[in-house]
Every structure is written in structure tokens, then in C-alpha cells.
């Protein structure tokens, strides 16, 4: 049985669309208070999960996870799709953003969705959706994006950022103040700001290791210094964009050395843990043999669905517009165990150097936390 489908009212669809109702004092699906400024604080990687493991390490955060709910992600669980969630208030059906590396048809060739941009991909047109920021900058709501100062034009920001005022700051303390600066400006406003480090350290080392827990506690302490200095209508939102399970290199399946996987498949893009897989003749038919293959061999440690089934189940939201429907893999392969899988044939072994993965439909990577500060409390 495939899992179900993601509610857009529980997900990071919400959050963004009700902060800003809140500076505008209207209702929202967070039922959110009405505030002067809101803050969304999007930590890359945080699960809900293994925040609550090491929570003897973030005694600011952790504590909060038992009086306050967690959210989904979304699927799948890769930055470029949840991030386009997070800032449009729509699910990737709808803004297009359905997984790490996709097919572009119109170019015929494969597009990495975070640093793949050129001119051939427009970020107005490839991501479809408003953003936030631009509905904000209609009802005179000014905003703000703080994040890393060489993601300040690259396509992806202007795909997913668009309407904000981005703001550069080399690290998490540089970012935390930049914004403490901005909650000084007068006015209504809405400020993002992305931490990138957890994310960086999971896949380079896991979030089991010394490292990732030594970055939550620096996290912790910014929060908690951050929080501190809040005004009385300041409120802030943390949240993630997908949680990480650490994969061993006993975990990586070379699904080559299987030839019936790889036949019939023309192109293979998603990630590790969740494959799309471009046939050579697309159609239901095909779709539905090579499912079924992938299915006898891998049925126990993945979900397999071909593309119409995913849309039927509602992997990508209540809604695939037909333009996004190309986009996505024939047939979609998504880890449910602690596995990751390689394509042996690619000579520069690409990803198989990460420890700490995520893309599928577990629920450590797809529960994430919604903690509330100042005036969101």
C-alpha cells in the first residue's frame, strides 16, 4: 500500500501564508496571533526526530517539540521541493518543483533543481506558483531573506525567493543578527532565514556525529539569545525542510548489478533515496512492467509507484497540473529502509560519499518541527 497523500493545512505549505496573515491580523491555518513582524526560521535538515534524540543538546528547542506539533515536510523530502512549499504556500503539483533532478522536456535532458539553473530554465515560469513575499509586496507588507551571501543570485533564490529583499550573512550568529537589524525597521514585515549548516554536516559527517550535534548547539543558543530580544508583537516560527536518516555504505544498493531494474529505463534523475525513472517508451504500459520488476526485487525496503499512481495517491499534492506531470519519473522508487540507491555504472560515483540522506516517505525525514516564539508562543 502506498502512503497517503499530504494535507496542505499541516504541512509547510502553512507556514509562510499564515505568518503573513498574521502581520496582516487575519486568520490562518496556524491560528496565529496577530503580529507586527514574523520570522520563519527554516533550519535544513532538522527532523523532528533527531531533534528529539539529541535534545540534551538544545535545551531551548527540544522541550518545545512536547507542547507544540510537528508538521510535514512534504514530499519528496529534498530541499528544492519543500523550500518551493515553504515559500509559495503550495505543494510541488501545483509549483513544479517535484524532486532534486528532473527531467526537462522541453530541453530534453535532466535539470538539477537547486544548482542546475541556465538560461534555459526560466525561475519565473519553471516554478509556477507566487511567492509570499510577492502577496506580501501587494498588501504593503514588506520582506526579507537572509541566507547564505553566494545564494544571492543564484536561480534557485529567484525561483522560491522572489519579492524578498535578500539579505547575505556568512554564518548562522551573522544571520541571526541581520535579522535582530531588520526587527528594527519599521512597519509590518515577514523575514526568512535559512540555516544551511545542520544540512551540510549530515550529509558530510551524519546526524549521529559530534559534529551536527555540536552545530545544534550553537543553533540553540542563537534562538535562545534571538527569542530573548523579542518585542511584544515579534513573532518567530522554526521549522525544516525534511529530516536525514544516516545511510551506511552497507545500505547502498548498486541497482544496476540487477539488469531487469535498468531495462527499459532511459534516464534516471530524484536522488538517492527517491529515484525517478525516465522510460524509453513512457506510457502506462511500460510504467507498469517496470514498477513491477523494481517492485519483485525491491518491494521490501521501497515504495514503488509508477507516475500515476503517486499523483493518484497524492504524493505531489491534491492537484498535478499538466505541466508539472512531464516532470516527473515514469516510475518512482522511495526508500522505506535505511538504504540508498547507486547507479555503479556512474563513473564519478556521484553522492556516494553522504552519510546523511533524505528525498523519501519515512517519517524521519518527513516530520519536521514547528516550534513558536515572542508573540507566536
Known amino acids: 500500500m502506498l502512503p497517503a497523500a499530504f494535507s496542505t493545512r499541516s504541512s509547510l505549505a502553512a507556514v509562510l501564508p499564515s505568518s503573513l496573515a498574521a502581520v496582516r491580523a487575519g486568520g490562518n491555518d496556524l491560528g496565529l496571533p496577530g503580529v507586527d513582524h514574523a520570522v520563519v526560521v527554516v533550519v535544513d535538515g532538522l527532523g523532528a526526530s533527531s531533534l528529539r534524540a539529541r535534545g540534551g543538546h538544545a535545551r531551548t528547542l527540544a522541550p518545545l517539540l512536547g507542547r507544540t506539533t510537528t508538521i510535514d515536510a512534504g514530499f519528496p523530502t529534498t530541499t528544492a521541493s519543500a523550500l518551493a512549499t515553504l515559500a509559495t504556500g503550495t505543494l510541488p503539483g501545483e509549483h513544479g518543483l517535484v524532486g532534486y533532478k528532473v527531467r526537462d522536456a522541453a530541453n530534453d535532458r535532466l535539470v538539477n533543481q537547486l544548482n542546475g539553473w541556465d538560461d534555459r530554465l526560466d525561475p519565473a515560469t519553471w516554478q509556477r506558483s507566487r511567492t509570499v513575499f510577492e502577496r506580501a509586496a501587494d498588501e504593503g507588507v514588506r520582506s526579507w531573506a537572509i541566507g547564505l551571501p553566494k545564494h544571492s543570485?543564484?536561480?534557485?533564490?529567484?525561483?522560491?525567493?522572489?519579492?524578498?529583499?535578500?539579505?547575505?550573512?556568512?554564518?548562522?550568529?551573522?544571520?541571526?543578527?541581520?535579522?535582530?537589524?531588520?526587527?528594527?525597521?519599521?512597519?509590518?514585515?515577514?523575514?526568512?532565514?535559512?540555516?544551511?549548516?545542520?544540512?551540510?554536516?549530515?550529509?558530510?559527517?551524519?546526524?549521529?556525529?559530534?559534529?551536527?550535534?555540536?552545530?545544534?548547539?550553537?543553533?540553540?543558543?542563537?534562538?535562545?539569545?534571538?527569542?530573548?530580544?523579542?518585542?511584544?508583537?515579534?513573532?518567530?516560527?522554526?521549522?525544516?525542510?525534511?529530516?536525514?536518516?544516516?545511510?551506511?555504505?552497507?545500505?547502498?544498493?548498486?541497482?544496476?548489478?540487477?539488469?531487469?531494474?535498468?531495462?527499459?529505463?532511459?534516464?534516471?534523475?530524484?536522488?538517492?533515496?527517491?529515484?525517478?525513472?525516465?522510460?524509453?517508451?513512457?506510457?502506462?504500459?511500460?510504467?507498469?512492467?517496470?514498477?513491477?520488476?523494481?517492485?519483485?526485487?525491491?518491494?521490501?525496503?521501497?515504495?514503488?509507484?509508477?507516475?500515476?499512481?503517486?499523483?493518484?495517491?497524492?504524493?505531489?499534492?491534491?492537484?498535478?497540473?499538466?505541466?508539472?506531470?512531464?516532470?516527473?519519473?515514469?516510475?518512482?522508487?522511495?526508500?522505506?529502509?535505511?538504504?540508498?540507491?547507486?547507479?555503479?555504472?556512474?563513473?564519478?560515483?556521484?553522492?556516494?560519499?553522504?552519510?546523511?540522506?533524505?528525498?523519501?516517505?519515512?517519517?524521519?525525514?518527513t516530520r519536521v518541527p514547528l516550534l513558536r516564539f515572542g508573540a507566536f508562543a
Open 153 to 365: 543570485e543564484s536561480g534557485f533564490t529567484h525561483a522560491i525567493l522572489r519579492g524578498a529583499e535578500f539579505v547575505g550573512a556568512r554564518t548562522m550568529a551573522e544571520r541571526f543578527a541581520a535579522a535582530a537589524r531588520i526587527l528594527d525597521e519599521p512597519g509590518p514585515g515577514i523575514t526568512y532565514l535559512y540555516i544551511a549548516e545542520l544540512d551540510q554536516l549530515a550529509h558530510a559527517q551524519g546526524w549521529e556525529s559530534p559534529e551536527w550535534t555540536a552545530a545544534l548547539e550553537t543553533l540553540d543558543a542563537l534562538v535562545a539569545s534571538f527569542a530573548d530580544r523579542l518585542g511584544p508583537r515579534q513573532g518567530v516560527l522554526l521549522t525544516a525542510d525534511h529530516g536525514v536518516i544516516d545511510v551506511p555504505p552497507s545500505g547502498h544498493v548498486l541497482f544496476d548489478t540487477a539488469p531487469e531494474l535498468v531495462e527499459g529505463v532511459a534516464e534516471i534523475g530524484g536522488e538517492p533515496r527517491c529515484l525517478h525513472l525516465y522510460l524509453e517508451e513512457p506510457g502506462a504500459e511500460s510504467a507498469l512492467r517496470v514498477a513491477g520488476r523494481w517492485r519483485e526485487v525491491e518491494g521490501d525496503r521501497a515504495w514503488v509507484a509508477t507516475r500515476d499512481e503517486a499523483v493518484e495517491a497524492g504524493w505531489f499534492g491534491p492537484h498535478v497540473h499538466p505541466d508539472v506531470l512531464p516532470r516527473i519519473g515514469d516510475v518512482l522508487v522511495a526508500a522505506r529502509k535505511r538504504v540508498a540507491y547507486y547507479d555503479s555504472r556512474d563513473p564519478s560515483r556521484t553522492g556516494r560519499n553522504m552519510i546523511g540522506q533524505h528525498g523519501s516517505l519515512t517519517a524521519e525525514e
